[in-house]
Nanobody
């Protein structure tokens, strides 16, 4: 089992920055990939960025447009999402996800609210 706790959300003006954190505990050694997702009101949850545990390969959604950076501090067992140049369209609940490939399992955090005002 893996437990995930997000933090760092809040209210920010357009053009501002936030850094989200996701503290992980439990059987972290089994996790192959980490990701950030978001869900805006009335919309489906969507992928924001992912990072592979081995090698650190990253992938971003097109709408990120090089504004966001995903990273992981293995010593602190924490996943980060640095968000710059925030736009009102970035307003959503942001979730952290950890995934095992074999067997296929995934774990979710409870989410943290990000609100960007215009």
């Amino acid at each position: 089992q893996v437990q995930l706790v997000e933090s760092g959300g809040g209210l920010v003006q357009a053009g501002g920055s936030l850094r989200l954190s996701c503290a992980a505990s439990g059987s972290i050694f089994s996790i192959n990939a980490w990701g950030w997702y978001r869900q805006a009101p009335g919309k489906q949850r969507e992928l924001v960025a992912t990072i592979i545990s081995s090698g650190g390969w990253t992938n971003y959604a097109d709408f990120v447009k090089r504004r966001f950076t995903i990273s992981r501090d293995n010593a602190k067992n924490t996943l980060y999402l640095q968000m710059n140049s925030l736009e009102p369209e970035d307003t959503a609940v942001y979730f952290c996800k950890a995934r095992e490939f074999r067997p296929s399992r995934e774990y979710w955090g409870q989410g943290t609210q990000v609100t960007v005002s215009s």
